[in-house]
């Protein structure tokens, strides 16, 4: 299984692992703590250092009560990163997490490779136009609700197969706008409970029936700082589990904080299954 980065093929025969960074003053766990160019870059550099496969650059925080700022605001953010980081690492595949098409565009326009997009082409819609257009990879995500208020009482019948009836929508309409390569997200902690959330853990191999590839995104979030009675700075120990777990249920990617500990879960795994 592989998909095509604008001319990079990524290989999910082994699992991969995407850093998250995050050029936000208020995401739930890293908010605030990059905020110059010398300290994305050299956050960049020790994530690639420790074997990730993609960079996740996000401008607009998505945690829980979150507002959205403006497309101005966002792009002020994100676009110079993205630039300063191809520069300096030409070789390094670029996620640009965003809502909208028109950062999505200028995004790649700078030769970033992958567009990571919460609302799965639901906000804004020139987003499937625009992936389309420049051939991108394309992360549609699972999303009840609004980041200010999908945590008020989410609530479903039967959450794996509204999930699964949301991926067969969504991926019909980026095939009929012409999207070839696509990475399907659950959704982790985006208008589910904690029960939600370990049930869609439990159940990510069904997942694997729409032969795409499938990433988790738990690192340091409530389900597991909730669980374990701690905070999310505390909380690493029990997202290596979670990512474990994860792998043994057949994810392809792992949207982590943490990269050197993702990998070692990663090269453990592998050792396990004698591969």
Avoid: W
């Avoid at 993205?82 to 300096?88: D, L, T």
């Avoid at 995104?217 to 409530?222: A, E, P």
């Avoid at 009675?229 to 290596?240: F, K, P, Y």
């Amino acid at each position: 299984m592989t998909i095509n980065c604008r001319g990079q093929l990524l290989d999910f025969s082994t699992p991969k692992v995407m850093g998250i960074l995050n050029i936000t003053p208020d995401s739930f766990y890293d908010g605030g703590k990059l905020t110059s160019e010398e300290e994305v870059l050299a956050q960049a550099e020790r994530m690639l250092n420790e074997g990730a496969d993609i960079l996740d650059i996000g401008g607009m925080s998505s945690r829980p009560g979150a507002e959205i700022i403006t497309e101005e605001e966002e792009l002020k953010r994100v676009l110079p990163h993205v630039q300063n980081i191809i520069n300096k690492f030409p070789e390094a595949i670029l996620s640009i997490d965003t809502i909208r098409a028109k950062v999505a565009d200028e995004c790649l326009k700078a030769s970033a490779h992958i567009i990571n997009d919460i609302s799965s082409g639901r906000f804004d819609e020139a987003m499937l136009t625009t992936v389309a257009k420049h051939k991108s990879p394309y992360i549609i995500m699972h999303m009840q609700g609004l980041p200010n208020n999908m945590q008020q009482n989410p609530q479903y019948q039967n959450i794996t197969t509204e999930v699964l009836d949301f991926f067969a929508e969504r991926i019909a309409a980026c095939r009929n706008a012409g999207i070839s390569d696509l990475i399907l997200d659950v959704g982790f902690g985006f208008g589910k409970t904690i029960e939600h959330n370990y049930t869609l853990l439990r159940n990510l191999k069904y997942f694997a029936n729409l032969n795409l590839p499938i990433l988790t995104g738990v690192s340091r979030k409530g389900m597991i700082y909730k669980t374990l009675g701690v905070n999310a700075e505390q909380a690493l120990n029990g997202t290596t589990v979670a990512n474990t777990i994860a792998l043994m249920n057949g994810t392809n990617l792992l949207r982590v904080h943490d990269v050197k500990e993702a990998k070692e879960a990663v090269k453990i795994l592998a050792a396990y299954k004698g591969q």
